[in-house]
């Protein structure tokens, strides 16, 4: 199976430094480094406060068109930082592809960290808070700027049962046992329950702004503080339970009332939804863990189904 993430457009150092330092010239004198790379996007550092993205995916260069369109609308109606887009790449012979750079968020994303549980008690109410704000933006003039629908059906319990059932070998598998540290046992209660809790649709008129991706690799943390959100390439009109999931992804259950008072009013049937969101996100993470060797992937997946109660 080819990973889904795996890169079909090549984007590499030396190319993003020429992109940059060509169409950005007052930022030619300024160094650059990698500073990630993601699912859709490779990351880089210049001066050491502009983060540019460029796509490394075909899917992924509608992706950055849409946080160009979106976030700096958004932006000040939100209590956390999130990046804007402030330089607008366009695409040339060399990288025909829009690219962008915004004014790093100081601090580490969650999965860098160990967090504990007063650590993660923590995060419940400026996380609640934050959605709370996100999701009672009008998406009405978003939409007029190209907010999409779920193009991708996240919530389609027979499409994530399938990519589930395609990744069980190797979650169920020895190597997974060891390098997650999450038992086969684990793995088979966590698709069981996912086979027997479909998510719950809901009206069109209940759709808001989400973030579509939100879980510890996009909160970033400047020590004990929530200091942002980044990487907006999924945000659509959607259900809110695909927001809300990080409460199951990164609080214990003992946080989850002051993350709902936080964020408002949230019915059973959405919080449910919230922890199949939750729970399929978290075995899609070990996956890539194994198959990438990215720790920091296998460290939050094995710790979200801990908190989940799966383990």
């Known amino acids: 199976m080819v990973p889904q993430w795996a890169a079909n457009i090549a984007i590499d150092l030396d190319l993003a430094m020429t992109l940059v330092h060509t169409q950005f010239p007052a930022l030619a004198r300024e160094a650059i480094v990698p ?11 210049v001066g050491e406060r502009v983060v540019f993205r460029f796509p490394r995916r075909r899917v992924a260069r509608r992706l950055i068109e849409r946080e160009i369109a ?29 690219f962008a750079g915004y004014e790093r968020i100081a601090g580490e994303t969650a999965c860098a960290r160990d967090l504990d549980n007063d650590a993660r008690v923590a995060l419940a109410e400026p996380l609640g808070a934050f959605l709370r704000a996100l999701h009672a933006i ?7 700027r ?28 020895p190597e997974s046992a060891v390098r997650t ?30 973030h579509g991706d939100l879980y510890a690799r996009h909160v970033v943390l400047d020590g004990a503080r929530v200091a942002g959100i980044i990487d907006w390439g999924d945000v659509h009109l959607g259900n809110p339970a ?18 709902r008072a936080a964020y408002g009013s949230i019915d059973d049937d959405t919080w449910e939804t919230a922890r199949f969101r939750a729970a399929y996100h978290a075995l899609i993470e070990l996956d890539y863990g194994i198959r990438e ?3 920091g992937m296998r460290r939050i997946g094995a710790a979200a189904l801990s908190l989940m109660g799966f383990a």
């Open 35 to 45: 500073f990630g790379v993601g699912w859709d996007n490779a990351a880089y550092l």
């Open 70 to 98: 979106i976030l700096p609308v958004i932006a000040p109606a939100l209590p956390l930082a999130i990046p804007v887009p402030s330089y607008i790449g366009v695409a040339s012979d060399s990288y025909p592809h829009a």
């Open 138 to 144: 009008d998406p009405a003039p978003l939409v007029a």
């Open 146 to 173: 190209g907010l999409p629908h779920d193009e991708i059906r996240r919530l389609d319990h027979t499409r994530r049962m399938l990519l589930v059932r395609e990744r069980e070998p190797l979650l169920r598998s």
């Open 181 to 210: 540290g999450v038992a086969t046992a684990t793995i088979a209660r966590t698709i069981d329950w996912l086979e027997a809790h479909p998510p719950t649709s809901i009206a069109d008129a209940a759709r808001r702004c989400v």
């Open 242 to 259: 695909i927001d809300l999931a990080i409460a199951h992804l990164m609080l214990p259950t003992s946080a989850h009332a002051a993350f």
């Open 293 to 295: 060797d990215d720790v």
